[in-house]
């Protein structure tokens, strides 16, 4: 049975920093591709970040430069460091597994960031 457990998350004010980790079980972790996403009351669900098996990194523009996403093939952990954070990146943060070879995929249960002072 696969599972991600996501933590970290919390209430922190604008300009804090908060780190995001994302536990996965039960799958090949090497093959995955892992991403964060976020979801707001007022929006979809829109991707954040991604790092390949190989450790490339992508970012969404809003993030790009605050935001660091890191995986640790060894812990099948994958991590989002956060700075900076504004109250506009309040969101539930979810963790993403896809498999880089087929269109297995999977989600974590997220976790709640809110960015107030």
């Known amino acids: 049975q696969v599972q991600l457990v996501e933590s970290g998350g919390g209430l922190v004010q604008p300009g804090g920093s908060l780190r995001l980790s994302c536990v996965a079980s039960g799958l090949n972790f090497r093959r995955f591709v892992m991403k964060w996403y976020r979801q707001s009351p007022e929006n979809e669900r829109e991707f954040v970040a991604g790092?390949?098996?190989?450790?490339?990194?992508n970012y969404a523009g809003s993030v790009k430069g605050r935001f660091t996403i890191s995986r640790d093939n060894a812990k099948n952990t994958v991590s989002l460091e956060m700075n900076s954070l504004k109250p506009e990146d309040t969101a539930a943060y979810y963790c993403?597994?896809?498999?880089?070879?087929?269109?297995?995929?999977?989600w974590g249960q997220g976790t709640q960031v809110t960015v107030s002072s």
């Open positions: 993403r597994a896809d498999d880089a070879f087929s269109r297995e995929g999977y």
């Open positions: 790092v390949i098996p190989g450790g490339t990194t």
